[in-house]
């Protein structure tokens, strides 16, 4: 086998090796159901003039903290107010429902 063709399979090999490995896994994905609390609203503009709002929001995860800023629409930043204690469904590391807790 000639230099060339030996570094082309080299090649090959360590290309068909990193294609395997699939880039590894993500445990931050799937479901998390959390009691939290709103820390903090934000607003800011896009490039296009309109409005997008953000809720902050505090959850125990364990031992630790784990703070979240998710987009929301206008309705749930009228209603979720600093202090407010609230259940939020996360799925796939994205706000899929906010809830008041009594």
């Not at 629409?73 to 906010?98: K, M, P, Y």
Request: hydrophobic letters at 40%; glycine letters at 8%.
């Amino acid at each position: 086998m000639t230099r060339r063709a030996a570094a082309g399979v080299a090649l090959l090999v360590l290309l068909a090796a990193a294609c395997a490995s699939g880039g590894g896994t993500n445990k931050d994905r799937g479901f998390k159901s959390l009691e939290a609390t709103v820390v903090d609203r934000e607003r800011d503009t896009s490039y296009t003039g309109t409005q997008i709002y953000y809720l902050v929001f505090e959850a125990k995860e364990g031992d630790a903290t784990a703070r979240y800023r998710f987009e929301v629409t206008q309705a749930q930043w009228n209603r979720f107010l600093e202090g407010s204690h609230v259940q939020i469904n996360i799925a796939d590391n994205r706000l899929r429902d906010v809830r008041l807790i009594p």
